[in-house]
């Protein structure tokens, strides 16, 4: 069974940074791309990064260039994303999901498992 399991989020001030983790089990990171998701209320899951495993491929949105890192480590089949200089505006609910064809889609519909998310609260 297939289980993706976020952690790390929390309540910072703006300007700190938090590392979230996307542990995996039930399958191998080799074969797949784990996005970031990230859900404010009242608004739609967008897109934050995504990375994936065949070539190391990333991408990121405009809003969290330069500002967020997104890396992997398959000894312990995880992904994470590291979020430096957070804003008032990064708050929301952070995801994870898994896609088999490795497309690194914006697209939710095209993840094929998705964890519980973590809350990540920036706030002075």
């Known amino acids: 069974q297939v289980h993706l399991v976020e952690s790390g989020g929390g309540l910072v001030q703006p300007g700190e940074s938090l590392r979230l983790s996307c542990v995996a089990s039930?399958?191998?990171?080799?074969?797949?791309?784990i996005g970031w998701f990230r859900q404010a209320p009242g608004k739609e899951r967008e897109g934050v990064s995504c990375i994936r495993s065949r070539d190391g491929h990333t991408t990121y949105a405009d809003s969290v260039k330069g500002r967020f890192t997104i890396s992997r480590d398959k000894g312990k089949n995880t992904v994470y994303l590291q979020m430096n200089n957070l804003k008032p505006e990064d708050t929301a609910v952070y995801y994870c999901g898994a896609d088999y064809v490795e497309r690194c889609s914006e697209y939710v519909s095209e993840y094929d498992y998705w964890g519980q998310g973590t809350q990540v609260t920036v706030s002075s």
């Open positions: 039930g399958i191998v990171l080799d074969s797949l791309a």
